[in-house]
Structure formats: C-alpha cells, structure tokens
C-alpha cells in the first residue's frame, strides 16, 4: 500500500456517516410537538462579527480561513476520535427511515439519503481492505455535499436539530481538506484537488452560518 493510501486510511478510518430521521405524524395519527422554530432577533442585536483572514489568496500555499475555527479536526494519529467527535455521521446506514405520514417529496429525500450515506459506508469499506481508486476520493466530496444538501431540506425550520448535523459536516469537510493539502504539498495531490477540498467545506460552512444566524447571516 502506497504513502497515499496510507494517509487516507489515517484520516477517514473505516466508519459510515448517516443521518437520522425527524418525528412528523406517526402511523397512528398522533401530532407531536412541533419543533422549536428560531426566534426572531430582537431590536438593537450587534452583527455578529466577521471572521477575519485572506479569503481569496492568490496562491493555493495559503490557507483559506474558516468562519468556524473552533471546529477542529481531530489528530491524524487518532483517527479512532471521528465517531466520538462526529456521533451523527458514524451511525446505522438506514439514517432515516421513510416514516407512514411521510409524502413522496419526504421520501424522495430519505432515499437519496440512505444511498448517499451507503455510498461513503462501501468506499470507506474499500479504504479499509487497501482496494479503491484514488479516481473515487472525488466521490466522498460529493457525498458528503449530497448529504449535507438532504439533510438541510429535511430538517429546515428545525434549528436546534439541523445545527449538531452541520457542525459534524464542517469537521469532516476540514478534515478532507487537510488531506488534500498534505497531499498537495507531497506532491501526490493537484491544486484542483485541494480547490475542490475548500470549496466542500465552504459550502458547508455557509449552511451552518445560515443556520445559526438565520436573521444576518442567510444571504
């Protein structure tokens, strides 16, 4: 097994990420309590401040900063913390179970949910055995937009819910990325490579942005 191969297995040590499922009406008819939606923001409340740093180097050498620098990702060599760390995204490959009131939209989204999360369950797999395709590390990029994308629908309105789920997209995004740069910097990886590992967990900072401050920050 090659340096590469290596360091992946390191960083994304064989788990499953997934998602689990909201309560709407069970099968029975019953209406449970309705989840706490964000309160407005009173008058007079400072805009939170703005992260400060080189948002658009000029070069790939320097880091682009993160809007949530608190959220770190663990030791390479303690790739055992991810589950503790990110208890959302290592769970049962059935994150969402389609639920009796669930209608076609709903269950659409949980389809694609459960294919995207056991899309990473067997390229984690293949990690685990030594056998993938460096052609495939793009996929987990997608997956882990995939999920983070379904997982924002099925849960909007619901802050407090949706929140734990995006802080654990954010890590892991961080978490690519580091590979990517150190593959980069090895020489192993492209600069589209990393560009594509940024990007990822951009994205998923802005939701989580979006998330947390709904009243500023959501444009």
Same mark, same amino acid.
């Given at each position: 097994m090659d340096i590469t191969k290596r360091n992946?297995?390191?960083i994304v040590s064989a788990g499953l990420l997934g998602l689990t499922g909201v309560a709407t009406i069970d099968a029975h008819g019953t209406q449970p309590v309705p989840p706490e939606k964000a309160q407005p923001t009173p008058p007079g409340t400072p805009k939170p401040k703005s992260a400060e740093g080189d948002w658009t180097p000029s070069n790939m *050498?320097?880091?682009v900063p993160s809007a949530f620098p608190e959220i770190k990702a663990p030791d390479p060599q303690k790739s055992n913390a991810l589950p503790t760390l990110c208890p959302h995204l290592f769970k049962d490959p059935n994150p969402a179970p389609v639920e009796a009131a669930d209608d076609t939209y709903r269950r659409l989204l949980k389809a694609r949910l459960h294919q995207a999360v056991r899309s990473n369950y067997l390229f984690h797999a293949r990690i685990g055995i030594g056998q993938f395709s460096e052609a495939e590390y793009y996929n987990a990029f997608v997956c882990l937009d995939e999920m983070r994308s379904v997982a924002t629908e099925l849960w !909007?309105?619901? !802050?407090?819910t949706l929140i734990p789920w995006l802080e654990e997209f954010v890590l892991m995004g961080k978490e690519w990325e580091r590979? !990517?740069?150190t593959r980069y910097r090895s020489g192993a990886g492209t600069?589209? *490579?990393l560009s594509t590992a940024r990007?990822?967990?951009l994205r998923a900072e802005e939701s989580l942005w979006k998330a947390k401050n709904p009243k500023v920050g959501g444009r």
């Amino acid at each position: 097994m090659d340096i590469t191969k290596r360091n992946l297995i390191v960083i994304v040590s064989a788990g499953l990420l997934g998602l689990t499922g909201v309560a709407t009406i069970d099968a029975h008819g019953t209406q449970p309590v309705p989840p706490e939606k964000a309160q407005p923001t009173p008058p007079g409340t400072p805009k939170p401040k703005s992260a400060e740093g080189d948002w658009t180097p000029s070069n790939m *050498e320097t880091p682009v900063p993160s809007a949530f620098p608190e959220i770190k990702a663990p030791d390479p060599q303690k790739s055992n913390a991810l589950p503790t760390l990110c208890p959302h995204l290592f769970k049962d490959p059935n994150p969402a179970p389609v639920e009796a009131a669930d209608d076609t939209y709903r269950r659409l989204l949980k389809a694609r949910l459960h294919q995207a999360v056991r899309s990473n369950y067997l390229f984690h797999a293949r990690i685990g055995i030594g056998q993938f395709s460096e052609a495939e590390y793009y996929n987990a990029f997608v997956c882990l937009d995939e999920m983070r994308s379904v997982a924002t629908e099925l849960w !909007a309105g619901d !802050a407090k819910t949706l929140i734990p789920w995006l802080e654990e997209f954010v890590l892991m995004g961080k978490e690519w990325e580091r590979f !990517a740069e150190t593959r980069y910097r090895s020489g192993a990886g492209t600069p589209q *490579e990393l560009s594509t590992a940024r990007r990822c967990r951009l994205r998923a900072e802005e939701s989580l942005w979006k998330a947390k401050n709904p009243k500023v920050g959501g444009r």
